[in-house]
């Protein structure tokens, strides 16, 4: 991103002093400042420097709106990833004043477009009937997996990429973002989107220091490392992730975005749930 | 319902909605889990002294049949001797428990049959499709009673019962307990048309409620008679009506049990559900005619050693 | 009373060698190292079998790497047809197979033959006819093959587990080195035998034998490409830790503490014969086991009687007994892991019942039991006891049952037994595990998948599913 595209919109806008905003997480549908009082400076900006506990409490607020998310319909989801669309279509030049280019704003829009698509389509996709020999019925269904911990890879499309995918299939979220005024100006779009609360939690921070704490964090059932780019960190957050059987999503280094994604990042956030009944009159 | 001489069991359902409501209210049988059950029973392997044992029970519980519109007092004739004596050439070969034919061929079993201790059961209520008034179905009994039957096989209405008129099905079981007098009552469910195991559930409390003494599979005239899985259910039913009632019944599965093999898995059956107290010609038999053979072609194979031929066996 | 003369199954089928080596590349080597195996119900060595070394591991992982250049370029058509071929000399030799399988395991005849043996045979030939269909599965117009598994199985279904791991693994075109547990090497080693005798190519199925070491340094190898690994919970853990940071492809099926959840409205006999089946099967060496009954108090007693006569007709004893429902403990370690925990149970408070049953004096046995008065506080409730002890505990509503079913670090299967429609369906959707059997428990067929949720354990085996695990 440029260096403070605000400071010079400021310049060129002297007939009034500009009305900033102030960066806050974006936790169980609010936007708090960290518990710990910390900020850190981003491109002129102070951001939100989140600590372990505020993970704490966005994984207690994904947990808390997971079965609610989980159990709606999945055209209602399919019809609240729209929503996001709609909504970051209106505020696209929002985001292009953050610098984020404009085509890559174009290609997040319509990711979440693909996603809500697929809101209803996935179980047809990853789940099936099994012809088991003998007098049963039998299927196999797809289950979102709960709550997942994300380390968000470094662009909006890189953020939306691993937050649609994980969400489109009942999942809620804790992201770790590297990019915090275009994530949590998203945390802004998902807020008026009719996503409910705590379905999307955006931190902004270190990598480093908060994904640890969710790697390890009892409660959550899977860990996507696609913006892990130290090695060792990745297997460090690997290795804590197996204390409790955590799903793990590599890390995904050099990873083209632009490209179709596939049904893969939702389906890694799966669980598969096969269901017996005999069959008899 | 009617009023009965039979001693009544306390806190049974006294209305016809009670009787549907107690009758709908029984624990469900799931086809796939009873199937799999008596499948599984029926793997048990029985070999050498077992195997004798069980031959030898068997044979004591065949009640041997013949039910044909040809049937002559030579044929049954016949047969009685044939229960009396199973085997002519071994002595220790036990009589079977009863001779069963139609109320016309009574007499003549009755003649043979006296004072041996092998009991003669009649079928009667219009047997086998049991459609017919009510006074024929009770002058029926009364007249193979009067013949000599100690045993009375009677039919149910399957129409009235799967209409979902039970207290009509009830009433009719009463009046033929009565007009039986002292013979023993075996209800014949003729569970082929009841179509699940869950009617046939039903019907078993419902048989045994009225008073049956025993309740028996099939008439042997329908394409499905007794199974294992059916005989089963009706077992299960025995068993906790007396855990209710504190009065045993008997079971009596009838029809297309042919081999040594099958009868044997009844027995198994009967050992590891109800248990011993059923192991007994007093409450259970095998409605069956071929059977016999089998079983006297089994039991002679174990004693000399070498398998049986037919032409060694009386046919009758 | 009727009781049953022995019916043992004849053990002469089986033709066991004094010793045996490894199966690498195609060969068996010569026994350097080795370790005994006993039969559980009597303790008699069956045979020695080597300990595979270090090194001896570099060497099947290295013939598996070899292999797979040859073996991922085979037609899809043409793998599938070595699978067919091992299919059926399984089919061919299954009697002989079960009789090996119970002497090694201590698993009753009849379910070694009617259970394990089946489900072996069909599950090599489900996947022989996925190997030239792969691009239709659903993962992609070209799933490649991952290249060396490197696959570690458990003692309780050898056999089974075998067949689990290298069937779906051969059809993708990947190699394996497996390593069967150490107290049941056997089988793994008769389907050595079975490769060579369908004359599948030299290092496409590599056994080696050995404990605990042998298993870790395969899973840490750097030339395997691929984990697959069914056991405890604990061992999943560690392994998720080596693995980590390696690319390595991991599943893992591990541990399960199931609800077997009995409403008031359920077919009760077959119920508790879903219960027996669920806990006793296997002498309850098994993973899926229904080892917390959860019954709906306002049955509780009728079930609870039911469960116990029914519990009075196990017969326990011979292995090879064609009657014999429950076998023997697989190990001495295993048989103090459950008494330990059973003593823990009785010392908690828990009422512990068992049916009268004369128990052989040789070897290792543990009668069928359960516990009542059982809370969620309880450690049998929580942790997995992997033998015939049954925990049972109560509840008022639905929701309630479904709230102590999920009630635990594990999620790999549940039960539910309801004459309702509409109930199961609701309560199937809310159980956070992997299988749920409705109305019935224990069944396994090759064409449905299995796996858990939580910390029982991540992929499938099985089934379309089940292919995933072994495809890039």
Same mark, same amino acid.
């Given at each position: 991103?440029?260096?403070? =595209?605000?400071?010079?919109?400021?310049?060129?806008?002297?007939?009034?002093?500009?009305?900033?905003?102030?960066?806050?997480?974006?936790?169980?549908?609010?936007?708090?400042?960290?518990?710990?009082?910390?900020?850190?400076?981003?491109?002129?900006?102070?951001?939100?420097?989140?600590?372990?506990?505020?993970?704490?409490?966005?994984?207690?607020?994904?947990?808390?709106?997971?079965?609610?998310?989980?159990?709606?319909?999945?055209?209602?989801?399919?019809?609240?990833?729209?929503?996001?669309?709609?909504?970051?279509?209106?505020?696209?030049?929002?985001?292009?004043?953050?610098?984020?280019?404009?085509?890559?704003?174009?290609?997040?829009?319509?990711?979440?477009?693909? /996603?809500?698509?697929?809101?209803?389509?996935?179980?047809?996709?990853?789940?099936?009937?099994?012809?088991?020999?003998?007098?049963?019925?039998?299927?196999?269904?797809?289950?979102?997996?709960?709550?997942?911990?994300?380390?968000?890879?470094?662009?909006?499309?890189?953020?939306?990429?691993?937050?649609?995918?994980? *969400?489109?299939?009942?999942?809620?979220?804790?992201?770790?973002?590297?990019?915090?005024?275009?994530?949590?100006?998203?945390?802004?779009?998902?807020?008026?989107?009719?996503?409910?609360?705590?379905?999307?939690?955006?931190?902004?921070?270190?990598?480093?220091?908060?994904?640890?704490?969710?790697?390890?964090?009892?409660?959550?059932?899977?860990?996507?490392?696609?913006?892990?780019?130290?090695?060792?960190?990745?297997?460090?957050?690997?290795?804590?992730?197996?204390?409790?059987?955590?799903?793990?999503?590599? !890390?995904?280094?050099?990873?083209?975005?632009?490209?179709?994604?596939?049904?893969?990042?939702?389906?890694?956030?799966?669980?598969?749930?096969?269901?017996?009944?005999?069959?008899?009159? | 319902?009617?009023?009965?001489?039979?001693?009544?069991?306390?806190?049974?359902?006294?209305?016809?909605?009670?009787?549907?409501?107690?009758?709908?209210?029984?624990?469900?049988?799931?086809?796939?889990?009873?199937?799999?059950?008596?499948?599984?029973?029926?793997?048990?392997?029985?070999?050498?002294?077992?195997?004798?044992?069980? *031959?030898?029970?068997?044979?004591?519980?065949?009640?041997?049949?013949?039910?044909?519109?040809?049937?002559?007092?030579?044929?049954?004739?016949?047969?009685?001797?044939?229960?009396?004596?199973?085997?002519?050439?071994?002595?220790?070969?036990?009589?079977?428990?009863?001779?069963?034919? /139609?109320?016309?061929?009574?007499?003549?079993?009755?003649?043979?049959?006296?004072?041996?201790?092998?009991?003669?059961?009649?079928?009667?209520?219009?047997? !086998?499709?049991?459609?017919? !008034?009510?006074?024929?179905?009770?002058?029926?009994?009364?007249?193979?009673?009067?013949?000599?039957?100690?045993?009375?096989?009677?039919? *149910?209405?399957?129409?009235?019962?799967?209409?979902?008129?039970?207290?009509?099905?009830?009433?009719?079981?009463?009046?033929?307990?009565?007009?039986?007098?002292?013979?023993?009552?075996?209800?014949?469910?003729?569970?082929?048309?009841?179509?699940?195991?869950?009617?046939?559930?039903?019907?078993?409390?419902?048989?045994?409620?009225?008073?049956?003494?025993?309740?028996?599979?099939?008439?042997?005239?329908?394409?499905?008679?007794?199974?294992?899985?059916?005989?089963?259910?009706?077992?299960?039913?025995?068993?906790?009506?007396?855990?209710?009632?504190?009065?045993?019944?008997?079971?009596?599965?009838?029809?297309?049990?042919?081999?040594?093999?099958?009868?044997?898995?009844?027995?198994?059956?009967?050992?590891?559900?109800?248990?011993?107290?059923?192991?007994?010609?007093?409450?259970?038999?095998?409605?069956?005619?071929?059977?016999?053979?089998?079983?006297?072609?089994?039991?002679?194979?174990?004693?000399?050693?070498?398998?049986?031929?037919?032409?060694?066996?009386?046919?009758? | 009373?009727?009781?049953?003369?022995?019916? =043992?199954?004849?053990?002469?089928?089986?033709?066991?060698?004094?010793?045996?080596?490894?199966?690498?590349?195609?060969?068996?080597?010569?026994?350097?190292?080795?370790?005994?195996?006993?039969? !559980?119900?009597?303790?008699?060595?069956?045979?020695?079998?080597?300990?595979?070394?270090?090194?001896?591991?570099?060497?099947?992982?290295?013939?598996?790497?070899?292999?797979?250049?040859?073996?991922?370029?085979?037609?899809?058509?043409?793998?599938?047809?070595?699978?067919?071929?091992?299919?059926?000399?399984?089919?061919?030799?299954?009697?002989?197979?079960?009789?090996?399988?119970?002497?090694?395991?201590?698993?009753?005849?009849?379910?070694?033959?009617?259970?394990?043996?089946?489900?072996?045979?069909?599950?090599?030939?489900?996947?022989?006819?996925?190997?030239?269909?792969?691009? /239709?599965?659903?993962?992609? =117009?070209?799933?490649?093959?991952?290249?060396?598994?490197?696959?570690?199985?458990?003692?309780?279904?050898?056999?089974?587990?075998?067949?689990?791991?290298?069937?779906?693994?051969?059809?993708?075109?990947?190699?394996?080195?497996?390593?069967?547990?150490?107290?049941?090497?056997?089988?793994?080693?008769?389907?050595?035998?079975?490769?060579?005798?369908?004359?599948?190519?030299?290092?496409?199925?590599?056994?080696?034998?050995?404990?605990?070491?042998?298993?870790?340094?395969?899973?840490?190898?750097?030339?395997?490409?691929?984990?697959?690994?069914?056991?405890?919970?604990?061992?999943?853990?560690? *392994?998720?830790?080596?693995?980590?940071?390696?690319?390595?492809?991991?599943?893992?099926?591990?541990?399960?503490?199931?609800?077997?959840?009995?409403?008031?409205?359920?077919?009760?006999?077959?119920?508790?014969?879903?219960?027996?089946?669920?806990?006793?099967?296997?002498?309850?060496?098994?993973?899926?086991?229904?080892?917390?009954?959860?019954?709906?108090?306002?049955?509780?007693?009728?079930?609870?009687?039911?469960?116990?006569?029914?519990?009075?007709?196990?017969?326990?004893?011979?292995?090879?007994?064609?009657?014999?429902?429950?076998?023997?403990?697989?190990?001495?370690?295993?048989?103090?892991?459950?008494?330990?925990?059973?003593?823990?149970?009785?010392?908690?408070?828990?009422?512990?019942?068992?049916?009268?049953?004369?128990?052989?004096?040789?070897?290792?046995?543990?009668?069928?039991?359960?516990?009542?008065?059982?809370?969620?506080?309880?450690?049998?409730?929580?942790?997995?006891?992997?033998?015939?002890?049954?925990?049972?505990?109560?509840?008022?509503?639905?929701?309630?049952?479904?709230?102590?079913?999920?009630?635990?670090?594990?999620?790999?299967?549940?039960?539910?037994?309801?004459?309702?429609?509409?109930?199961?369906?609701?309560?199937?959707?809310?159980?956070?595990?992997?299988?749920?059997?409705?109305?019935?428990?224990?069944?396994?067929?090759?064409?449905?998948?299995?796996?858990?949720?939580?910390?029982?354990? /991540?992929?499938?085996?099985?089934?379309?599913?089940?292919?995933?695990?072994?495809?890039?």
């Amino acid at each position: 991103m440029p260096k403070s =595209p605000k400071a010079a919109a400021a310049v060129a806008e002297r007939s009034r002093l500009a009305v900033r905003k102030t960066y806050k997480l974006y936790v169980g549908g609010k936007f708090p400042r960290s518990e710990s009082g910390r900020t850190y400076l981003v491109d002129g900006d102070n951001v939100a420097l989140a600590s372990r506990k505020d993970a704490r409490d966005a994984v207690l607020a994904a947990r808390a709106a997971q079965p609610k998310w989980a159990g709606a319909t999945a055209y209602n989801r399919g019809q609240v990833l729209y929503r996001i669309a709609e909504m970051l279509e209106a505020r696209r030049s929002e985001f292009v004043a953050l610098g984020v280019g404009a085509a890559e704003v174009d290609a997040a829009i319509d990711r979440w477009v693909w /996603y809500a698509g697929w809101s209803d389509k996935i179980a047809q996709v990853a789940g099936n009937a099994n012809p088991v020999a003998g007098p049963y019925f039998n299927i196999s269904s797809p289950e979102p997996t709960g709550v997942v911990g994300v380390v968000a890879p470094g662009s909006l499309l890189g953020l939306v990429s691993v937050i649609a995918p994980a *969400i489109v299939t009942g999942n809620t979220v804790v992201v770790v973002a590297s990019t915090p005024q275009a994530a949590i100006t998203l945390g802004e779009v998902l807020a008026t989107s009719d996503v409910p609360g705590g379905v999307v939690n955006i931190l902004t921070g270190k990598a480093a220091e908060i994904a640890p704490w969710l790697a390890s964090h009892d409660d959550v059932n899977a860990i996507d490392l696609s913006g892990v780019g130290d090695a060792e960190l990745a297997t460090e957050l690997e290795r804590a992730a197996a204390g409790t059987l955590k799903r793990v999503v590599r !890390p995904a280094p050099g990873a083209d975005y632009t490209t179709d994604p596939g049904t893969g990042p939702m389906i890694e956030l799966l669980e598969i749930k096969t269901v017996w009944h005999p069959k008899g009159f | 319902m009617t009023a009965t001489a039979t001693p009544r069991l306390s806190g049974l359902p006294d209305s016809p909605a009670d009787l549907r409501t107690f009758l709908h209210g029984l624990p469900g049988v799931d086809k796939v889990g009873i199937e799999a059950r008596a499948a599984a029973l029926g793997t048990r392997s029985i070999k050498t002294t077992s195997k004798a044992q069980a *031959i030898d029970l068997a044979i004591r519980m065949v009640d041997l049949t013949t039910l044909e519109g040809a049937d002559t007092p030579g044929k049954v004739r016949a047969l009685s001797a044939k229960a009396l004596r199973p085997d002519p050439a071994d002595p220790t070969c036990p009589s079977v428990a009863a001779v069963c034919v /139609y109320p016309a061929m009574v007499p003549t079993a009755a003649a043979v049959l006296a004072g041996s201790g092998v009991h003669l059961a009649s079928v009667a209520t219009a047997f !086998p499709s049991g459609q017919a !008034p009510l006074d024929v179905k009770l002058a029926d009994t009364r007249d193979a009673v009067a013949g000599g039957a100690d045993e009375i096989d009677m039919v *149910i209405s399957r129409g009235a019962f799967l209409a979902g008129d039970y207290g009509h099905v009830f009433d009719e079981i009463v009046a033929v307990k009565e007009a039986a007098g002292p013979a023993h009552l075996k209800v014949i469910l003729e569970t082929g048309e009841l179509g699940t195991y869950d009617n046939v559930r039903r019907a078993s409390w419902l048989a045994m409620l009225a008073g049956a003494d025993f309740i028996k599979t099939s008439t042997g005239k329908v394409s499905v008679n007794a199974t294992l899985p059916i005989t089963l259910v009706m077992l299960e039913a025995v068993r906790d009506f007396r855990e209710r009632y504190g009065r045993q019944i008997g079971v009596k599965p009838a029809g297309g049990i042919r081999t040594t093999k099958d009868a044997i898995k009844y027995l198994v059956m009967i050992n590891e559900t109800v248990g011993d107290d059923w192991l007994s010609p007093d409450w259970f038999r095998f409605g069956a005619s071929s059977l016999l053979n089998d079983l006297l072609m089994q039991r002679t194979k174990l004693t000399t050693g070498h398998y049986a031929g037919p032409d060694y066996f009386t046919l009758d | 009373m009727f009781e049953y003369a022995p019916a =043992p199954e004849s053990r002469s089928i089986v033709d066991l060698a004094p010793s045996y080596g490894l199966f690498i590349d195609g060969e068996f080597g010569e026994a350097k190292d080795t370790f005994k195996t006993i039969n !559980p119900a009597d303790e008699e060595v069956l045979a020695e079998v080597a300990l595979a070394a270090p090194e001896d591991v570099d060497r099947a992982v290295a013939a598996a790497k070899r292999a797979f250049k040859s073996w991922s370029a085979l037609p899809g058509s043409e793998r599938a047809k070595y699978l067919f071929r091992i299919a059926r000399i399984i089919q061919e030799r299954s009697r002989e197979l079960a009789v090996l399988e119970s002497l090694d395991n201590g698993k009753p005849i009849k379910e070694s033959r009617d259970t394990d043996l089946p489900l072996v045979a069909a599950h090599f030939f489900y996947y022989a006819g996925w190997a030239d269909k792969l691009k /239709y599965a659903g993962f992609g =117009p070209d799933p490649r093959p991952l290249g060396v598994a490197g696959q570690v199985i458990p003692w309780n279904f050898p056999l089974l587990m075998l067949a689990w791991k290298i069937a779906p693994a051969l059809a993708t075109g990947n190699t394996v080195v497996l390593k069967p547990a150490e107290t049941t090497p056997l089988s793994a080693l008769f389907f050595a035998d079975i490769c060579r005798q369908a004359e599948l190519p030299p290092g496409v199925v590599n056994i080696v034998t050995g404990a605990g070491d042998t298993g870790r340094y395969l899973v840490e190898h750097p030339d395997v490409n691929k984990v697959a690994f069914t056991g405890s919970t604990e061992v999943g853990r560690q *392994i998720a830790r080596s693995v980590a940071g390696t690319g390595k492809r991991l599943s893992l099926e591990l541990g399960g503490k199931a609800a077997n959840i009995v409403f008031d409205d359920a077919p009760i006999d077959q119920a508790v014969e879903g219960i027996v089946n669920g806990i006793f099967f296997n002498q309850g060496h098994v993973c899926c086991a229904g080892s917390r009954l959860l019954v709906q108090e306002s049955v509780a007693d009728e079930v609870l009687s039911s469960l116990k006569r029914r519990m009075g007709t196990l017969r326990v004893g011979d292995p090879l007994d064609k009657n014999t429902d429950i076998g023997a403990i697989n190990s001495a370690a295993q048989l103090a892991r459950i008494t330990e925990l059973s003593e823990i149970g009785a010392a908690e408070g828990a009422e512990r019942w068992s049916p009268p049953c004369d128990l052989p004096d040789r070897g290792f046995w543990f009668a069928p039991t359960i516990f009542t008065g059982v809370t969620q506080a309880h450690r049998i409730a929580r942790e997995e006891i992997f033998g015939p002890v049954l925990s049972v505990l109560t509840f008022r509503t639905p929701a309630e049952a479904v709230e102590k079913a999920n009630n635990t670090p594990y999620g790999l299967s549940a039960g539910i037994w309801s004459d309702k429609g509409s109930r199961i369906l609701a309560v199937a959707d809310k159980l956070r595990a992997g299988v749920v059997w409705a109305n019935t428990f224990n069944k396994f067929d090759p064409t449905s998948p299995f796996g858990g949720y939580k910390e029982s354990g /991540y992929g499938r085996e099985g089934g379309r599913h089940g292919l995933e695990a072994y495809l890039a």
